[in-house]
């Protein structure tokens, strides 16, 4: 059974370019969360999908954007990027988050972005 | 404010011996969901343990338990008989019933030693 999956495990972008992060969740989950980890912080929520739509969003500005396709895959896309943009984005699946909220987050091993 | 409170510096803990890690937590959802993930230097965050707000034991999963003192608003992590792989950052978090909101709320994290 295969967990969440994300790809790619290491980037590295100069600042104003534009970056897309991909996430294949658990095999039988619905919904997506995307999170920002800073270096020696916890994660914070960027937004998250559940039938192909944004369902909640996070504090962060509209340069970062995603999308969930049929098959329940993400994508995190970043425009004009900045430094302070570099850090671990996790990607998680779950199933249905809005009905149990004592259901765990499975998490992949994230990418790690640097912006130079 | 902040919901999620993890204070203590850098712990530290002989092989086989137990710890506590402490985590107090914010909210005025009646219901809600406090989780515990474990963060090896990999990256990926490994779901330990959860406790419901309603809940009326302590949630215990193989070395792993969740002391809640709900008056107190505090689900501390105990971890008996130490090893080495338990070296690793740990984050409390939570989630709060409210509508659709089924975003995880993290903590700072702490980071745990295992000392042979």
């Known amino acids: 059974d295969a967990g969440v999956t994300q790809s790619p495990t290491h980037l590295i972008k100069t600042r104003g370019q534009q970056v897309t992060l991909r996430c294949s969740p658990k095999s039988g989950h619905d919904t997506v969360s995307w999170y920002q980890q800073a270096l020696g912080q916890g994660p914070q929520f960027i937004f998250q999908y559940y039938e192909e739509e944004e369902r909640q969003r996070g504090n962060f500005p509209d340069r970062f954007s995603g999308h969930q396709f049929p098959n329940y895959s993400s994508e995190l896309n970043v425009n004009a990027l900045l430094l302070g943009d570099s850090a671990l984005y996790l990607c998680a699946s779950s199933l249905e988050t809005g009905v149990n909220y004592n259901s765990p987050l499975h998490f992949g091993n994230g990418t790690r972005l640097t912006v130079t | 404010a902040q919901k999620i409170t993890q204070t203590q510096p850098g712990m530290f803990v002989q092989e086989k011996e137990a710890v506590t890690l402490d985590c107090t937590y914010d909210?005025?959802?009646?219901?809600?969901?406090l989780f515990w993930y474990k963060q090896p230097s990999s990256g990926e965050m490994i779901f330990l343990i959860y406790q419901g707000s309603y809940d009326q034991q302590n949630a215990t999963e193989g070395r792993y338990s969740l002391n809640f003192q709900k008056a107190r608003k505090s689900a501390n992590l105990v971890i008996s008989a130490s090893q080495l792989g338990d070296s690793a950052m740990y984050f409390c978090?939570?989630?709060?019933?409210?509508?659709?909101?089924?975003?995880?709320?993290f903590g700072k994290g702490i980071t745990l030693s295992v000392r042979p």
């Open positions: 978090a939570m989630r709060e019933q409210t509508g659709a909101n089924s975003k995880l709320t």
């Open positions: 909210t005025s959802d009646p219901s809600y969901g």
